[in-house]
Nanobody
């Protein structure tokens, strides 16, 4: 059974930081592209950042320079370090795993709220 469990969300003031964690089980973690997505109320889910099995990263323009995605294959965990948070970063953040061979999974999400 595949599980992606996010944690680390919460309420933070603008300019603050949060680190999100996604612990994966039931997949060959090192073979998966791992991504963080977010969905604000009444908006479509959007990509925040992605990291390939080899460690290459890609970021949405809206978060470049403020966000860092990383992975620890030994712990089957992917992280999202978010700094200089803005109210527009408020959303539910979802972890995603994609092995590009049909395995495609989502976590349950963690709420991030940034107050102005």
């Amino acid at each position: 059974q595949v599980q992606l469990v996010e944690s680390g969300g919460g309420l933070v003031q603008a300019g603050g930081s949060l680190r999100l964690t996604c612990a994966a089980s039931g997949i060959i973690f090192s073979s998966n592209h791992m991504g963080w997505y977010r969905q604000a109320p009444e908006k479509k889910r959007e990509l925040v950042a992605i990291i390939t099995p080899s460690g290459r990263t890609n970021y949405a323009d809206s978060v470049k320079g403020r966000v860092t995605i990383s992975r620890d294959n030994a712990k089957n965990t992917v992280y999202l370090q978010m700094n200089s948070l803005k109210p527009e970063d408020t959303a539910v953040y979802y972890c995603n795993a994609d092995d590009y061979r049909g395995g495609y999974y989502w976590g349950q999400g963690t709420q991030v709220t940034v107050s102005s």
